[in-house]
Nanobody
Framework: QLVESGGGSVQFGGSLTLSCVLS????????IAWFRQAPGKEREGVSS????????VYADSVKGRFTISRDNAKKSVYLQMNSLKPEDSAVYYC?????????????????WGQGTQVTVSS
C-alpha cells in the first residue's frame, strides 16, 4: 500500500514536498516512482528512485527543479518540487514495483497510491 500526502495549491515559482509512505514492502528491492496526470492528458512519469541503490531518474520536464529522495527507515519517499509552474498542476501518484532499476513506464508498476492534487496558479 502507498499513501501520498503533501499536495496543495501554490503560486508560480513556489515549492511543495510530496510524501509517499509505504506499507507491505518487506525488503528494499523495489523502486518507487512519482507519476502525474492532468485533466485530459496521459499519465506522465516524473521521477523514480531505487530503494536499494538510491539510483534516480527524472523526466526532462522536471530536471533541475524536482528532487526525489528516500528514507528506508521510515519507508518513505519524497518529491521536493521547486520553481513550480502552472503546467506542473496535476494529480500526483506514487507507484511501486519490485526491482532495482528505476524507470518511468507506468505499466510496469503494480502498486499505486490514491493520488494527491497539486495546483499551481500563475
Amino acid at each position: 500500500q502507498l499513501v501520498e500526502s503533501g499536495g496543495g495549491s501554490v503560486q508560480f515559482g513556489g515549492s511543495l514536498t510530496l510524501s509517499c509512505v509505504l506499507s507491505g514492502f518487506t525488503s528494499d528491492d523495489y523502486v518507487i516512482a512519482w507519476f502525474r496526470q492532468a485533466p485530459g492528458k496521459e499519465r506522465e512519469g516524473v521521477s523514480s528512485i531505487s530503494m536499494s541503490t538510491d539510483s534516480k531518474v527524472y523526466a526532462d520536464s522536471v530536471k533541475g527543479r524536482f528532487t526525489i529522495s528516500r528514507d528506508n527507515a521510515k519507508k518513505s519517499v519524497y518529491l521536493q518540487m521547486n520553481s513550480l509552474k502552472p503546467e506542473d498542476s496535476a494529480v500526483y501518484y506514487c507507484a511501486g514495483d519490485r526491482g532495482v532499476t528505476p524507470g518511468l513506464t507506468a505499466v510496469v508498476y503494480d502498486y499505486w497510491g490514491q493520488g494527491t492534487q497539486v495546483t499551481v496558479s500563475s
